[in-house]
């Protein structure tokens, strides 16, 4: 679960995680040529670490120029670990760990400017079927989908999460 919990907050792993997610299935070469800006020993590495730890998968093996050529997909990873509500804390906490270390190196910078780089933080409750919330996350990816590989001038890299958290009763 540690292993799991390392990749998954890796910053370099997470853009190839992405990237594996958006296209549903990928080489090293797609990846490299996705100017993914990740130099190919990192990446080979990565790609390792992401199998060992069953992030990903090998979903197909090509031939290509006499090359035996690996098809890489994403396995679902959610919070909810099968081995306990303990590794499901540790993959929570280190995530917003991830994201609190974002927010103190911005804010340490004496640039930092919240409106300029479009910082915010928002909530709602919605109170839907859980058919309906899926419906919705799905939506909500496929926007996040069409826009996160799309090249356009003066672009700046921007990280958008996506949490969905307990309802904050009792549950007994």
Do not use: C
Not at 41 to 47: D, E, G, H, S
Not at 91 to 107: A, G, P, W
Request: charge should be negative.
């Amino acid at each position: 679960m540690e292993k799991l919990i390392k990749v998954l907050t890796d910053p370099v792993s997470n853009k190839i995680l992405q990237m594996i997610r958006v296209k549903k299935q990928v080489s090293i070469s797609d990846i490299l040529s996705g100017n993914s800006g990740i130099p190919r020993a990192t990446l080979y590495r990565k790609v390792e670490k992401m199998l060992e730890v069953g992030a990903i998968y090998v979903a197909e093996t090509r031939k290509v120029r006499g090359q035996l050529e690996n098809i890489y997909a994403i396995k679902d990873i959610w919070i909810n670990s099968p081995e306990s509500h303990e590794d499901s804390m540790k993959i929570v906490t280190m995530s917003l760990m991830q994201i609190i270390s974002l927010y103190d190196n911005y804010f340490q910078n004496e640039n930092a400017d919240v409106e300029r780089d479009k910082l915010f933080l928002l909530n709602y409750a919605v109170e839907l079927s859980d058919k309906d919330f899926s419906e919705m996350m799905r939506e909500i990816l496929g926007v996040v989908d069409k826009y996160q590989y799309k090249q356009s001038e003066n672009a700046s890299l921007r990280n958008l999460y996506l949490i969905s958290a307990p309802k904050g009763e009792d549950y007994e």
